[in-house]
């Protein structure tokens, strides 16, 4: 597990947990886990779902009665990472804000990180 001590590895908007938590009493799970996933044309591309068992090597995060489960392989990439629920006229959906991201395709739905020895040495200082 990838962690800092005292830093939560996510944050969440009170808007991203109020439909967090919707969400998981309509569906009854346990909790919304995120990751990443290779695929889209900037490489990668996050993962949603929501599930009824907590791994135990999951990152777990809880704010207001949501519960954010980080999968073990998305930990480094999503550290930093704020997520937000908008909804407008045209879309509504969660929004991931990600320091680790320096690139997107046009439609918003694949990302490229940062190099892996970058962010593990911004993650141990050095």
């Given at each position: 597990?990838?962690?800092?001590p005292?830093k939560?590895?996510?944050?969440?908007?009170?808007?991203?947990?109020?439909?967090?938590?919707?969400?998981?009493?309509?569906?009854?799970?346990?909790?919304?886990?995120?990751?990443?996933?290779?695929?889209?044309?900037?490489?990668?591309?996050?993962?949603?779902?929501?599930?009824?068992?907590?791994?135990?090597?999951?990152?777990?995060?809880?704010?207001?009665?949501?519960?954010?489960?980080?999968?073990?392989?998305?930990?480094?990439?999503?550290?930093?990472?704020?997520?937000?629920?908008?909804?407008?006229?045209?879309?509504?959906?969660?929004?991931?804000?990600?320091?680790?991201?320096?690139?997107?395709?046009?439609?918003?739905?694949?990302?490229?990180?940062?190099?892996?020895?970058?962010?593990?040495?911004?993650?141990?200082?050095?």
């Amino acid at each position: 597990m990838f962690s800092i001590p005292g830093k939560q590895a996510v944050s969440i908007t009170p808007a991203a947990a109020s439909r967090i938590k919707a969400l998981m009493a309509k569906d009854g799970s346990t909790g919304l886990r995120i990751g990443v996933k290779k695929g889209g044309c900037a490489g990668m591309e996050y993962t949603m779902e929501f599930a009824n068992e907590i791994n135990s090597l999951d990152e777990i995060f809880e704010q207001d009665g949501a519960r954010v489960m980080i999968a073990p392989m998305a930990q480094m990439f999503l550290f930093g990472t704020e997520i937000d629920y908008t909804s407008s006229l045209l879309e509504s959906g969660f929004k991931f804000n990600n320091p680790n991201v320096v690139d997107a395709c046009g439609c918003g739905e694949s990302i490229k990180f940062k190099d892996l020895a970058e962010l593990e040495a911004e993650r141990s200082g050095e």
